[in-house]
């Protein structure tokens, strides 16, 4: 009993240094991805919430990501999201536009109601966004037919494929497979085929273009979607030579069968991670970047590197 | 008590109901948001308002308000049911008669496409500029006047043709979305001269945007005179509730249909052009899938998808619901997968409701006569 006070003094030198302790600091970022079923940016949001669990462990901040992505490309429905969240509260945004143009007055208007906005994946150049970050376009598209004339000798019948025609940042990697396709004067480009963007749409572009065009013998795929399906490519591997733009977890199959020598990886969970930690450092810690354009290379993945790479699927996808 | 029936007698009050009851449940669980303070200047351009914290920092004010009644986030509701709302109208009108349009998705993106074309080449400061009002009036023209014109073929076409509206307007959803995609080559059109935005962005008083909310209440109450008021508005019912009847009871059955058809293109023009001032651009790939959003509000509305039955206030109320729906799962924070299955689950008990309500309302009738 006599020993009361000492027990009653301990437990409140336990429980003051909890008590002075700072509740952490809640913190709402909206992000706004171009569509839903676009298993790149299911990546970027398992990237935003990476960073979001990471960066508030270390800066004592309670982040919570809130994500409003139309189910298919739409701007129009992407610009609403933007003024819902502002709205809403979010004290920053990231974004991916579907159409820079349409986008650029919201987030403007987001801006100047005090809310930070980064773009990822697809800019909106015009607007006071703080930060874009993203591949080259221009140079992922040269990337890719430099990285295809490579592994057709310098010669050959090729077939660019792309997805939503609409979509500017398709467009200028078009433009980029066109630019360097000049560089070899073996290669002829037979035309640029678009599709619905759904893997069987795709697939079956490519199946209906091979039927159509059989003396082709590369394709320049700037967006992967056929090979999120099995069995894409419906020939011999090393009959018709083949490298495509992302590594997801489907396409890496075509790797190991030898249909595709080389895939180049976006680093789609980076676009969610690191437009986080752009966001949080410029609102928390009031810093800017060192520039407003944050280039992400391109990583090639082959035979050789496929085991690596795929296990870093386990990590970014959705549980 | 009578004055309460009274209340709850007209078509949409059930429907009214829902907006009241959604609205409630917003404003309870949503919570607070603080919102930035501004002030109008002498000039009549806002400025955001600082204050200075314990800290002696210069911070920007801001005012606590509840997340869903606020009149900054009404004034949003109203400008995204305005789109749908507008062309819900229309569709509802095509509806009555016993027809479908699937095609105005199509129809708003060729005719914002065509504006902007028109507004970057003859508008205000543009190189082909006439005069600034002439300008915008050619801009507006184009954009409204295609998607009128697009409505009067596929009315043609459906009438020339005898061929069911599904598939009519099915096959024009993919020619317009074609012919918007060659005349742009896939490109986003923007960058046109300020004048069509600053109209349609007017702000008045707190910085609220009412344009879209006043052309959409425009619409809504045209819709209703025209439905309601005019012999011509009884006669899409007429041709709705029994074709024949209607064709032998001396209404000139195709007119009226050409007249739907380009009723509902006109709505969709109308609701491009609001879009196109208030984005300020337009691709080939806007409104996809704007169709069955449409459908979807006229349905919810009340409008029977056999025919006879609808009215424009009911589509303006159902875009309305919709939307609540899903900004309200914004405010309320809730994951956003759930919006599509609360979505489709309220189209299908509107629709189970209204079967319900015609089966009381002919077990009524059938009562009144026995």
């Keep these: 009993m006599k020993h009361r006070p000492l027990l009653l003094a ?93 986008l650029t007055d919201a987030i403007n208007s987001a801006v100047r109601d005090g809310v930070p906005v980064a773009t990822f994946d697809s800019d909106a150049p015009a607007s006071r966004r703080f930060v874009t970050y993203g591949v080259d376009d221009i140079e992922c598209g040269k990337q890719t037919m430099d990285e295809l004339a490579k592994v057709m000798g310098g010669k050959g019948v090729v077939a660019i494929l792309a997805g939503n025609q609409n979509a500017p940042n398709l467009q200028r990697r078009v433009q980029g497979a066109k630019e360097a396709a000049k560089k070899h004067p073996g290669i002829t480009i037979r035309d ?37 399906t099995e069995n894409a490519l419906k020939w011999q591997p090393g009959t018709v030579a083949c490298v495509s733009v992302d590594a997801l977890p489907a396409q890496l199959a075509y790797i190991r069968s030898g249909h595709v020598p080389v895939l180049l990886a976006q680093q789609c969970h980076q676009w969610g991670y690191r437009s986080v930690e752009l966001l949080v450092d410029k609102i928390v810690f009031k810093k800017d970047p060192p520039a407003v354009k944050e280039i992400s290379p391109l990583i090639p993945v082959t035979k050789d590197t496929v085991d690596a790479f795929a296990k870093n699927w386990e990590k970014w996808l959705p549980k | 008590m009578s004055r309460l029936r009274a209340l709850f007698a007209f078509q949409e009050s059930g429907l009214l109901l829902v907006v009241v009851v959604l609205g409630v449940m917003f404003t309870v669980f949503s ?91 003859y508008g205000p400061g543009s190189p082909g500029e006439m005069s600034p009002v002439l300008g915008l009036l050619l801009g507006g023209g184009a954009c409204v006047g295609v998607a009128a014109l697009c409505g009067l073929v596929n009315g043609g076409l459906v009438v020339a043709l005898r061929v069911h509206p599904f598939i009519i307007t099915l096959g024009a959803m993919a020619i317009l979305r074609g012919v918007a995609f060659v005349s742009t080559k896939g490109q986003s059109i923007g960058g046109f001269p300020a004048e069509l935005r600053d109209i349609v962005r007017f ?73 196109l001032g208030y984005y300020g651009a337009a691709t080939s790939g806007d409104g996809q899938g704007y169709e069955l959003n449409v459908i979807a509000a006229a349905v919810v509305g009340g409008a029977s998808l056999t025919g006879g039955k609808g009215t424009a206030l009911g589509a303006v109320l159902g875009a309305l619901v919709i939307q609540m729906i899903s900004s309200g799962i914004v405010i309320l924070g809730i994951e956003q997968s759930y919006s599509q299955i609360v979505i489709g689950a309220v189209v299908i008990a509107a629709v189970v409701l209204d079967n319900v309500n015609t089966w009381l309302a002919r077990r009524r009738l059938s009562r009144g006569t026995v």
């Design chain 2, 31 to 121: 919570g607070t948001v603080k919102l930035p303070v501004w002030e109008t200047q002498p000039d009549g351009s806002r400025r955001r308002v600082f204050t200075v914290n314990a800290e002696g920092e210069r911070v920007p004010a801001v005012v606590e308000k509840n997340k869903f009644l606020n009149a900054q986030n009404l004034a949003q509701l109203a400008k995204d049911t305005s789109f749908t709302a507008i062309m819900a109208v229309g569709m509802t009108v095509v509806i009555i008669s016993g027809g479908i349009d699937l095609s105005v998705g199509a129809i708003y993106a060729l005719a914002s496409v065509l504006g902007a074309m028109v507004l970057t080449r």
């Design chain 2, 203 to 275: 702000e008045m008083g707190d910085g609220l945007s009412l344009v879209p909310l006043a052309v959409m209440v425009a619409v809504a109450v045209l819709g209703w005179i025209f439905l309601s008021r005019l012999a011509a508005g009884r006669r899409v019912y007429a041709i709705g509730g029994n074709e024949l009847a209607a064709r032998f009871s001396g209404i000139r059955v195709e007119r009226v249909k050409l007249g739907i058809y380009l009723l509902s293109g006109l709505t969709a023009g109308i609701a491009a052009l609001l879009s």
């Design chain 1, 192 to 228: 640029t085929y678009y599709h619905k963007e759904t893997p069987q749409d795709a697939a079956a572009r490519v199946e209906q273009v091979m039927q159509a065009n059989p003396d082709i013998t590369g394709w320049c795929m700037i967006g992967g979607w056929p090979l999120f």
């Design chain 1, 10 to 102: 301990a437990a409140l030198a336990a429980l003051l240094p909890a008590a002075f302790a700072q509740a952490p600091r809640s913190l709402t970022l909206g992000l706004v991805a171009k569509s839903q079923g676009n298993p790149v940016f299911q990546a970027a949001r398992v990237g935003a919430e990476d960073a979001a669990r990471d960066l508030g462990a270390k800066h004592n901040l309670r982040i919570r990501i809130d994500w409003r992505t139309p189910n298919e490309e739409d701007a129009q429905k992407q610009a609403e999201a933007i003024e819902q969240l502002v709205l809403a509260g979010a004290e920053g945004l990231a974004v991916s536009c579907s159409d820079a143009n349409k």
